[in-house]
């Protein structure tokens, strides 16, 4: 079965940079669409940032555009968001989820989430 397993999450003081990683296995890697999704307390799970199978092609949401990276190593089977100048305001969960095809931005369009990464930027 898919399994994607996130890691990299931590408490860090705002202006700083963590980096996201989420190691997949059950699928073939090289040709699935990763995405990046975020969830805080009481409020619905958001976009952040996905990637197509090559890498090639990325999409931001406004709120992350400029400070976040996303990017994928398919020989690793892994995607890794690379987060800085971060602000209290990105403080959420941060979920790892896949699908085929083409790159989407919305919840539901993905078919399988990992089980999130607290990331936690204090003042």
């Known amino acids: 079965q898919v399994q994607l397993v996130e890691s990299g999450g931590g408490l860090v003081q705002a202006g700083g940079s963590l980096r996201l990683s989420c190691v997949a296995s059950?699928?073939?890697?090289?040709?699935?669409?990763m995405g990046w999704f975020r969830q805080a307390p009481g409020k619905e799970r958001e976009f952040v940032a996905t990637?197509?199978?090559?890498?090639?092609?990325?999409t931001y949401a406004d709120s992350v555009k400029g400070r976040f990276t996303i990017s994928r190593d398919n020989a690793k089977n892994t995607v890794y968001l690379q987060m800085t100048s971060l602000k209290p305001e990105d403080t959420a969960v941060y979920y790892c989820?896949?699908?085929?095809?083409?790159?989407?931005?919305?919840?539901?369009?993905?078919?399988?989430w990992g089980q999130g990464t607290q990331v936690t930027v204090s003042s």
């Open positions: 989820a896949t699908r085929s095809w083409s790159i989407a931005t919305m919840p539901y369009e993905y078919d399988y």
């Open positions: 059950g699928l073939t890697f090289a040709t699935a669409v």
């Open positions: 990637i197509n199978w090559r890498g090639d092609s990325t």
